[in-house]
């Protein structure tokens, strides 16, 4: 089981945890949401949860819950600006489905 970062993302969490001043890395997760069942969530982490999956890329630590890691395994986290928008993308392999808006996804 394994959750990867590019090199885009990996640097926006970095210094994203810099400017925050504190944090252990950042939490993934999904939620049930959306017109298509589920939504992803990002968080801050400053204390891991007991029965996190950790997952360390170039020093950066990716939390996700035992619940969730079973919606984002395989799944690779982005980071794109495209003119004046900049935001995360999710490259997940289980996804089936995604609503219009990209808000949600079902598997």
Known sequence: MAITLTPAATSHIRQSLENRGKGEGIRLGVRTSGCSGMAYQLEFVDEAAAGDHVF?????KVF???KS???LDGTELDFAREGLNEGFRFNNPNARGECGCGESFSV
């Open 56 to 60: 360390e890329v170039d020093g950066v």
């Open 64 to 66: 996700v819950d035992p």
């Open 69 to 71: 890691l079973v919606y």
